[in-house]
């Protein structure tokens, strides 16, 4: 019993002279050095504090400011006007200090305040430099003279080592668009969807509603512009997520899987070691704002807020609406394994644990053969389904004694991890494997995820791994920004022994994870089961298929002098076009990071130049030279369209917002209503690649990530979620029902992969680059 022994702090005897205390040395030391470790990750929280604090200026400026002040007031010069006299009589102790220590206070405390305006005009003036974008609509390559002036300005002001949250307080706010160009946008995307009666409906409509009562809605949203740091982000994550009533397993959870050819290490537990361990570097960087920031363009700052709470974080069910907790620097997480929940401490005198200590402690769990208590098994399919049924659960069995203590250990955790007892990946014999692996990671067995914590970490019993992500505290460049760092820290930096262990000593003398204890009456297990049923019923029903499209890549898209993502998104148009025989409403998520609190905004991405362009393909009467000319229009448009989202003009965020002010109002809007209930049968999104830029991909071709995907939006429709991986490989993850006859994810990736080669046949460019 040595592990329990060390586990005591100390012990106690009663004698006839009192109490004899007895501490244990050991345990005082380990509990000294967390407190070392605890004040030393404060004193760097607070200097990088102060760095963020005061950018884009520095402490040392204010130091040059008051010398400076202090050199002009003894050589006789008032720099202040006479504010440092009124200053001086103004002071409170005056009377109890000498006129030369007045004096000098005085002229600090103005070098101060001169030095905190200039610290804001400053922030200002890089503002309103980051609130230009003509960048952003200039051909690539081709810069104005005025784009170059701005870019030294800015470099200039930005200075030489801004911290993760150093641009936040300089980020321009996203700006409201006027209500004549949403409307004339909106129109203007769906034209190819309606016929000419459709839409000359849709026209009139429009026009009544942009003369009454849309102008009262735009000043409502105007106002909270000017107060709120977003006029949009609140509004999203409260409407579109947490209020939805829905399971969020597989309609808004997400998935992000592992390297696609490469698995460091066939152990599970020395897997879970390195990654939870990197995963542990990268919130002490987090903790310190040390992680760079994001910057377009090498200069152009992106949005840091998303990351506040990627840890220790867990969207709590409600009656009505969820909503998010966040806490501070959690010590431990928990872990799931056949049925089991184990509590495991990640910190042992005051530091992390290393890698070898993680994997002992896994492998504790993996070893452990105790069968789950009744009810435990399935408890996490409570998070999978509809979500008021998993709150009136959570008040009436989770709030008192063991089952609350148990409750809060998961909700509280760091993050949750499974060990799964399955095996999963990429396997070039097996077409399916990565289909498998998807579904595994979107929904896995409906119970075996913890849903609502921020992400669920999944190890495999072969040493893959995957993540599982709820929606409504980020999006997928965030995590996929974590993702990045850690398969990186644990191949080329962490490693593995020859026989796949985690390097570095084992000290068996940490106690063992605790096991989570639980009482669920049988009315709670009712409850649990119904909620898996529900959840099965949704997971059964899902159809993906991973496509590897490996004909060619980034690099002769390149060639095509064609935006990547444009040639892809006509390639999803005319494919979708095959497959269906009809046009349909599409969505492809744009970021809205270069202002503050910015998270996404909607690219119509079937327009008239796309259809055109699609049914000229279709038309065997049309040359090449036709096609060609067609479809470079329609990506033009398609990279414009992009554009005008990523700086704050697109459409829909506007019109939701103008949604939300009706209902507030409480003024009917059926222009609004229709537009709000369109569905949106083919929902696109590219995963970000290579963010930290810190697996060099031309070195080790094997390592790269393969992305990651989501749930069908529509019961009729598809969901694509594609990832440009180096310059010759591109992975879709397709998603759709099995029970609407529209849809087959096989047959749309096999649509997908004819559509690409036969744009690429236009341009004559055969060989791989």
Same mark, same amino acid.
């Given at each position: 019993?040595?592990?329990?022994?060390?586990?005591?702090?100390?012990?106690?005897?009663?004698?006839? !002279?009192? #109490?004899?205390?007895? $501490?244990?040395?050991?345990?005082?030391?380990?509990?000294?050095?967390?407190? %070392?470790? *605890?004040?030393?990750?404060?004193?760097?929280?607070?200097?990088?504090?102060?760095?963020?604090?005061?950018?884009?200026?520095?402490?040392?400026?204010?130091?040059?400011?008051?010398?400076?002040?202090?050199?002009?007031?003894?050589?006789?010069?008032?720099?202040?006007?006479?504010?440092? !006299?009124? #200053?001086?009589?103004? $002071?409170?102790?005056?009377?109890?200090?000498?006129?030369?220590?007045?004096? %000098?206070? *005085?002229?600090?405390?103005?070098?101060?305040?001169?030095?905190?305006?200039?610290?804001?005009?400053?922030?200002?003036?890089l503002k309103a430099l980051l609130s230009y974008h003509s960048w952003i609509f200039e051909s690539h390559g081709k810069m104005s003279f005025s784009t170059k002036i701005w870019l030294v300005l800015v470099k200039l002001l930005s200075g030489r080592r801004p911290l993760l949250y150093s641009f936040q307080a300089s980020l321009p706010r996203l700006p409201v668009p006027s209500i004549d160009d949403t409307i004339r946008r909106y129109l203007e995307s769906v034209r190819p969807l309606l016929d000419d009666e459709q839409y000359k409906q849709m026209e009139t409509v429009a026009n009544d509603f942009k003369k009454d009562p849309a102008p009262k809605f735009q000043k409502h949203l105007k106002l909270k512009s000017w107060w709120a740091t977003?006029?949009?982000?609140?509004?999203?994550?409260?409407?579109?997520?947490?209020?939805?009533?829905?399971?969020?397993?597989?309609?808004?959870?997400?998935?992000?899987?592992?390297?696609?050819?490469?698995i460091p290490t066939h152990r599970q537990a020395a897997r879970a070691g390195n990654v939870v361990h990197a995963m542990l570097q990268y919130r002490r960087k987090l903790d310190v704002f040390i992680h760079n920031n994001e910057l377009a363009l090498g200069i152009v700052p992106m949005c840091s807020f998303q990351y506040e709470r990627m840890f220790n974080t867990t969207r709590i069910p409600g009656i009505e609406t969820d909503f998010v907790q966040h806490l501070k620097d959690r010590k431990h997480l928990v872990v799931y394994h056949r049925g089991r929940f184990f509590k495991v401490w990640l910190y042992y005198g005051g530091r992390h644990l290393w890698p070898s200590e993680l994997e002992l402690q896994f492998q504790r769990i993996l070893d452990d053969k105790s069968e789950p208590q009744p009810g435990e098994l399935k408890l996490p399919s409570l998070t999978a389904g509809n979500r008021v049924p998993w709150a009136r659960a959570r008040l009436k069995y989770f709030t008192e004694g063991i089952n609350q203590a148990s409750l809060e250990a998961i909700e509280t955790a760091a993050f949750f991890l499974t060990l799964d007892d399955e095996a999963h990946g990429y396997d070039p014999e097996n077409i399916r494997s990565l289909d498998l692996y998807a579904k595994s990671l979107l929904h896995g067995k409906c119970y075996d995820r913890w849903f609502d914590k921020s992400f669920t970490l999944i190890v495999y019993k072969n040493g893959k791994i995957g993540v599982n992500t709820e929606h409504s505290w980020a999006d997928s460049p965030i995590i996929g920004h974590m993702w990045e760092y850690v398969l990186a820290t644990d191949c080329f930096q962490l490693g593995y022994t020859a026989e796949g262990h985690c390097k570095g000593d084992i000290n068996k003398s940490l106690a063992s994870p605790t096991k989570l204890q639980w009482d669920i009456p049988k009315a709670c297990q009712e409850i649990i089961e119904s909620s898996y049923m529900i959840a099965k019923g949704i997971a059964n029903d899902v159809d993906f298929h991973g496509c590897l499209f490996n004909e060619f890549g980034k690099g002769l898209i390149k060639k095509c002098r064609t935006s990547p993502d444009a040639f892809i998104q006509l390639g999803l148009q005319l494919a979708h076009y095959r497959d269906k025989g009809e046009f349909c409403l599409t969505y492809e998520s744009s970021m809205t990071r270069m202002f503050r609190e910015g998270r996404t905004e909607t690219v119509r991405s079937c327009t008239c130049e796309s259809t055109a362009f699609v049914r000229a393909m279709e038309d065997e009467s049309t040359t090449n030279e036709q096609r060609l000319a067609l479809f470079k229009k329609a990506a033009d448009k398609h990279q414009n369209m992009y554009r005008l989202a990523m700086t704050g003009a697109g459409i829909d965020r506007h019109l939701f917002c103008l949604y939300i002010v009706s209902k507030v109002m409480g003024i009917d809007s059926p222009f609004l209503k229709q537009v709000l209930s369109e569905p949106w049968r083919l929902s696109t999104s590219q995963t970000p690649q290579q963010q930290l830029n810190l697996i060099d991909i031309q070195k080790f071709p094997k390592y790269v990530g393969a992305g990651g995907g989501f749930g069908p939006v529509a019961d009729d429709g598809y969901g694509v979620s594609y990832i440009i991986v180096g310059e010759n490989l591109i992975t879709f993850h397709i998603s759709s029902k099995f029970s609407s006859p529209e849809t087959d994810s096989f047959r749309f990736g096999q649509n997908i992969r004819q559509a690409m080669l036969d744009i690429r046949a236009l341009f004559n460019l055969k060989e791989k680059m």
């Open positions: 019993m040595a592990e329990a022994h060390q586990a005591v702090a100390f012990q106690f005897t009663v004698t006839p !002279d009192g #109490i004899d205390l007895q $501490l244990s040395r050991e345990v005082l030391k380990h509990i000294y050095l967390s407190g %070392v470790t *605890s004040w030393k990750k404060r004193a760097i929280r607070f200097k990088n504090g102060v760095l963020t604090g005061v950018y884009p200026a520095s402490p040392s400026s204010w130091l040059i400011v008051v010398i400076a002040i202090m050199s002009t007031m003894y050589a006789r010069i008032d720099p202040s006007r006479g504010m440092i !006299d009124r #200053i001086k009589t103004s $002071l409170p102790v005056s009377e109890f200090m000498t006129v030369q220590t007045q004096m %000098v206070l *005085s002229a600090i405390l103005f070098a101060t305040g001169l030095w905190l305006s200039f610290i804001f005009l400053l922030r200002y003036i977003n006029y949009v982000s609140d509004w999203w994550e409260e409407y579109i997520y947490l209020r939805g009533r829905d399971p969020i397993m597989v309609n808004s959870n997400f998935y992000t899987m592992d390297l696609l050819y490469v």
